[in-house]
């Protein structure tokens, strides 16, 4: 399957492009980290998008959904990330959608997936434990004692657990840390009794909660797939996540460095523009060098989860850690090449900054895909 | 009309029943076929497969059936070059005729040059040269000085030609030369081809930094050249030589690849020289980050050659893609060779000694010639300069 784009997904693509650029610019983020917005997204944007469809990308066409795939996904994931759109899509379609989609069952489907649709549902996947995305070593427990599951422990920095609706938790019903088996799923309110959400605000306006589960029960059909074998699914999801997340980097990345080559064009010194010295345009090449090759990396593994390809784990791996790095080195000179104006706030770049810094490590940084790649390789 | 999938199947069949098992190993330097009047094959299977390849066009699928080659379509010569890669078939001929001179030809040739020349490369009967670079012009090509004087019916070229790749080995040369000395320096060129059997022309071999000679110095001392030898008009050279500088970087992304194999697979040699410990993991973490660094960077240039080639089959290019390839594939092909040597520490270190195997040792040599791959065909710096210049419109 291709990495270029057909003629359906171009007319996607255009159509999210002016919407955001239109409705969610920049501006807006800033308006929202600086209120301390409860949300930290606008409920209007987000039912905007819901009438164009966004929230039904990936969806089945059997749960209301467009079927549009993730090379669509990617699209406005990019967009999103050229924009700086604050929207639950990540959390509650990507990661959550997704579990529900894979793991659920025909009635969960049923329940959940066509409100998610519908804009009406968000969620949040609780899965992390340390301030590093390590899977694998999920300890919170599931317990079980007289036919009673129950979750107690503490999930931390969950991508917009402060305001899902509802929660999407990766705990371990058997085994050890670090064991793949003996991991399970399980949907909980987020009002459930028990659940404490403390708000966390990241540094480039993104949210997450740190959420403490206190004796919180569970029924059997808020289990996700099978007790214990939630591994596979889990996988999958996060490697969605992961593909979806470096696309998001991919636009926030190539806003960065079409705006510093803007400013390239436009500034002077020395009667000149600053875009004719030599040792600025090689740097700016081999930006663009990185970029274009990050590039095919993730629209590589986007077309990977299209094609349901056997190597999509190591596709996702290879994506995040392109662009992770790729964002960070571009961020980091667009302010450079930018000068003093670059470290003011009055100019978006720190804002993409710190965005790249914040994206870098949601589920996963390079260090954790590299050590994932080699596994995935064998040595 | 047959479907690709047809196509493809014919392909693979075609090359499991006609390339010998022997041609289906990696490449090694020694076992290439070079094209030329001195071609000589180091085995008889070398020979059967080249020749079979050869008959059938193959040598050069995408050229007109008319000249000799496959008349293949841009997609039925990438399903061949696919096919030849998953059942591991080599290379049948190499030459820079085949991979630069020819296209060029074929866009910018007269009727007659193309009947001359081009069946001659696909059969792989005449070795081309390149001489574009002197000793005073290399980055600033334009700059050059071999002058062609004309005499009526023919031209009189004297100077000289520097880094002649395998100069001594080959049967022609297509030159750069100045027709007119007072025009600005670009407009002053001209394209010739000359047979580097006439009198006048010396290829001398100089000595390289891994030991080969595979370069030379070529003189032209009054050098007699048939009028009809000229490609596209007299002054208007230039055009030709940017044709052909595109094909030329193509080149350099293929060998990069080409030499890949040689080496073999660099994660099991880093099995052999690191050891695995308890968990299966290679011994040293630093060094099992970097080749993770190494194979990922390498992966991610792979995919941008597929994503190019997508573009050129969807007819939508969207700029700058293709200018990055060569500085990012010979700078990785660097990466590589230097994580090589790390891999194997002291038995990296090789020269002539006997206490090192013949393959540590071609992995040194590797590492030292492919130092070239950023300078040849434009260098590194020069590509950043057009990425700037052209891709990211900087201004000059
Ligand atoms: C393996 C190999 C094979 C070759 N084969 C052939 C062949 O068959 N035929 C042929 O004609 N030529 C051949 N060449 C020559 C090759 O094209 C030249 O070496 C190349 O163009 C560079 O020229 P130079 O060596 O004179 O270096 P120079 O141009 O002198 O460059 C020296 C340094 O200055 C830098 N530099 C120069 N100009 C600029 C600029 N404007 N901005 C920034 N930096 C700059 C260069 O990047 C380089 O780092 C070959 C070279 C090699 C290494």
Known sequence: MSMVLNEEQRLLKDTIDDFLSTNAPTDQLRRLRDTHDDKGYSIILWNQLTELGVPSILMPKEFGGFGFGFKGLGAVMQSMGRNLTASPLFSTVVLGASAIELGGTASQQQALLPTIAAGQLTLALAIDETHHHQPINTAVRLKERNGQLTITGEKVFVLDGHSADKLVVVVRSSGNPGDTKGLSLVLVDSNAAGLQTNRIQYMDGRNAANIIFNNVRVKQDQVIGELGGAHTIVQHVLDRGVIAISAEMLGGCQEVFDRTLQYLREREQFGVKIGTFQALQHRAAQMFCQLERSKSAVLSALSSLDKNSPDISLQASLAKTLINDCYQHVSNEAIQMHGGMGITDELDIGLFLKRARVSLQILGDSDYHKNRYAQLMGY | ?396
């Open chain 2, 1 to 396: 009309m047959e479907t690709t999938e047809q196509f493809r199947l014919d392909i693979r069949n075609w090359l499991i029943a006609n390339c010998p098992e022997s041609q289906r190993q990696p490449i090694i330097k020694d076992q290439q076929i070079w094209a030329g009047r001195r071609r000589t094959f180091y085995c008889e299977d070398a020979k059967l497969w080249f020749e079979r390849m050869r008959d059938q066009g193959w040598t050069a699928p995408s050229w007109p059936t008319q000249y000799g080659g496959g008349g293949m379509s841009l997609e039925q010569a990438k399903i061949l070059d696919q096919e030849m890669k998953a059942l591991g078939c080599r290379p049948a001929l190499y030459d820079i005729g085949l991979w630069m001179f020819g296209p060029a030809l074929l866009e910018y040739g007269t009727e007659e040059q193309k009947q001359e020349h081009i069946p001659k490369i696909v059969r792989g009967e005449i070795r081309w040269a390149q001489g574009y670079s002197e000793p005073s012009a290399g980055s600033d090509l334009a700059s050059l000085k071999t002058r062609a004087e004309d005499k009526g019916n023919h031209f009189i070229v004297n100077g000289t030609k520097m880094w002649t790749t395998q100069g001594d080995k080959s049967d022609w040369i297509f030159c750069l030369v100045r027709t007119d000395h007072q025009a600005p320096k670009q407009q002053g060129i001209s394209f010739l081809l000359i047979d580097m059997a006439t009198e006048g022309v010396d290829a001398r071999p100089m000595e390289l930094i891994n030991g080969d000679h595979e370069f030379c110095q070529t003189f032209f001392d009054d050098v007699k050249v048939p009028k009809n030898n000229l490609v596209g008009n007299i002054n208007e050279g230039w055009s030709v030589a940017k044709a052909l500088l595109k094909y030329e970087r193509n080149m350099m992304s293929i060998m990069s690849s080409i030499v890949e194999k040689e080496e073999g697979d660099i994660i099991a040699i880093a099995k052999r020289y690191v050891g695995l410990d308890s968990n299966g993991k290679l011994s040293n973490n630093g060094l099992r980050a970097q080749l993770s660094e190494h194979l990922m960077r390498a992966q991610g240039d792979a995919l941008s050659a597929l994503r190019l080639y997508q573009q050129h089959k969807s007819g939508v290019i969207d700029g700058g893609l293709g200018l990055t390839m060569k500085y990012l594939s010979t700078s990785e092909q660097q990466h590589k060779d230097e994580l090589l040597l790390a891999i194997m520490g002291n038995r990296g270190l090789s020269w002539h000694d006997q206490t090192f195997s013949i393959s540590e040792k071609k992995t040194v040599k590797n590492w030292a010639y492919n130092k070239a791959h950023t300078i040849a065909g434009g260098t590194s710096e020069i590509q950043l300069n057009i990425i700037a210049n052209k891709a990211l419109q900087l201004p000059v």
